[in-house]
């Protein structure tokens, strides 16, 4: 069982910046990839950014050049978020995998980030 915790997160001014950070903890072995997603209202829930073990990161479009993740040590990562558009407002929530099969094995409860324009 794993247990996500995020932090950060609250209100932002356009162009903005805002940090989220996510803590795992439980009886697991290795996290594999590490994720943050967003849910926008009305809309789907999208990743927006993951990070492997290794440092890999993968970022959707709309974020590339803004925000930065990073993989603090195996069981922490943070997203960095910057130039912050109104678009960027929604629930971010953290996910893990515990294996390199993509698989989700836990989230988090999410933390509301609004960005104002």
């Known amino acids: 069982q794993v247990q996500l915790v995020e932090s950060g997160g609250g209100l932002a001014q356009a162009g903005g910046s805002l940090r989220l950070s996510c803590a795992a903890s439980?009886?697991?072995?290795?996290?594999?990839?590490m994720s943050w997603y967003r849910q926008a209202p009305g809309k789907q829930r999208e990743l927006v950014a993951s990070?492997?073990?290794?440092?890999?990161a993968n970022y959707v479009d709309a974020v590339k050049g803004r925000f930065v993740i990073s993989r603090d040590n195996h069981t922490t990562t943070t997203l960095q978020m910057s130039n912050l558009k109104s678009e960027d407002t929604g629930v971010y929530y953290c996910?893990?995998?515990?294996?390199?099969?993509?698989?989700?094995?836990?989230w988090g409860r999410g933390t509301q980030v609004t960005v104002l324009s």
């Open positions: 996910a893990c995998s515990l294996n390199p099969n993509g698989i989700t094995d836990a």
């Open positions: 990070v492997t073990g290794g440092g890999l």
């Open positions: 439980g009886r697991f072995f290795r996290i594999s990839t």
